[in-house]
């Protein structure tokens, strides 16, 4: 993106585009040898009780409180609590969630509650890429691995209206941008984000197209955190 160009964008998509985008040399620099391999197991861990408290802060409460919460065990991913509502919300970490530098951070925790259509197509992959990265793969077998099974079916393409809830004003989204805005994600499996205006001057879309995961990302900022209180 041309400087020109990112003077007349609004200011909270200048917000998501600096901790959603990967590309920031400077960010890279200056954390890519903080975490050059896996942190004990148990760092990346959390108390169950609070593990569910923090996931069910991704979505306001009309839709977290029936919704099923996933907790990260030893392995992966296991279901806490039996959902009513066919939304997932669970707290993920840096190998799905986070800048590539914050790919190994044990700190990252990042709330977030996955619709119906995407608990069935994009919670997969992050079940998968956990799985891998506690088996004690590395970062690129991780990648590779979720690349190939998308290529061979094994994980589903995006399923239409796949979306989920990011507001908690709460988790930490790693050491290179601590905090993410409070915004709403939708997913496709491929999709021009010129289609949604994303990106363009006065826009507040921001399209993310994720060549690892084979999907495009499109967020959008909210002016509130699932608590109700003003998201500035």
């Known amino acids: 993106m041309q400087q020109t160009k990112i003077g007349s964008i609004t200011i909270n998509t200048i917000a998501v585009l600096a901790v ?6 400077a960010m890279a620099q200056d954390s890519a040898t903080a975490y050059p391999r896996m942190a004990p197991v148990e760092q990346y861990l959390m108390d169950r009780s609070a593990e569910i408290a923090l996931a069910r802060t991704a979505a306001p409460p009309s839709i977290s409180r029936e919704a099923a919460v996933l907790v990260l065990g030893r392995h992966g991913f296991e279901t806490a609590v039996t959902g009513k509502n066919g939304f997932v919300c ?19 925790r990042v709330p977030q509650c996955e619709n119906a259509p995407s608990a069935q197509s994009h919670l997969p992959m992050i079940l998968k890429r956990a799985a891998l ?3 004690g793969h590395t970062k690129d077998e991780v990648e590779k691995a979720t690349t190939m099974a998308i290529a061979t079916k094994e994980l589903p393409p995006m399923a239409p209206g796949a979306m989920c809830y990011m507001m908690s004003k709460q988790g930490y989204a790693g050491d290179s941008s601590k905090h993410w805005p ?11 984000p010129a289609a949604w205006g994303a990106n363009l001057p006065g826009s507040p879309v921001l399209g993310i197209e994720d060549t690892v995961n084979h999907l495009t990302g499109f967020a959008i900022p909210v002016q509130q955190w699932s608590d109700g209180t003003p998201a500035r």
């Open 90 to 108: 669970f707290v993920d970490r840096g190998w799905s969630s986070a800048p590539d530098p914050d790919f190994w951070n044990p700190k990252v």
């Open 133 to 135: 990265a506690l088996a």
């Open 20 to 25: 959603l985008s990967t590309a920031s040399s």
């Open 182 to 192: 409070s915004h709403i994600m939708f997913f496709y499996s491929h999709f021009d």
